[in-house]
């Protein structure tokens, strides 16, 4: 019993801090929280913030042991406050790797320069094709054939950060903008969370997934 606790104890002492932004619910949130559960994942989800108090991936997380915390970004709480008070957080938190999943605002430059961690996103494409909103219909007006996501370093420039892994998926006749959601979110998943595990042990291969 000593000997686990040694190994707990001292596993706990090396593991690295994730915070996770999200928007709305959750799915990726919940994949990568449910992966650093595991006894062999070099990371620990410290909390989950959203800007919206009605974000369902709050209550997954919180139904995961998960701290939660509500930064509103509105009329009266503007993008600035909000980034002011995340750094403030993320300084407490001795946080190492922020990742953003599904987090529907974007980070400016002044944060990015101040926050010395590593921040990473997933983009519903194969960048550098097809950055900004709305992927899935995009893909389908250009009648590609393959679709896909991208785990990527979030700088100033929109999705335009170090590639450090892709997935892909096939589009099928009949395929809308929701069944593409649908096929790719399982892929989006299993992408995040080895590139997560790869970039906090120090490797550098690019991930790809087919």
Known sequence: FLYGKFILNDRLKILKNIAILISGTGSNMEAIINDTLSNDHPGVVKFVLSNRSDALGLLKAKKLGIKTFVFPVNRTNSLENFEKKLLKLLIKEKIDLLC??????????????????????????????????NTHKRILEKKSITHGATVHKVIPELDSGKILGQTTIKISKGDTHDKLAKKLIKKERYLYIKVIRNIMTGKNKIIQID
């Open 100 to 133: 953003l999943a599904g987090f529907m605002k974007v980070l400016s430059k002044k944060f990015l320069i101040n926050f010395r961690g590593n921040v990473l996103n997933i983009h519903p494409s194969i960048l550098p094709s097809l950055k900004g909103l």
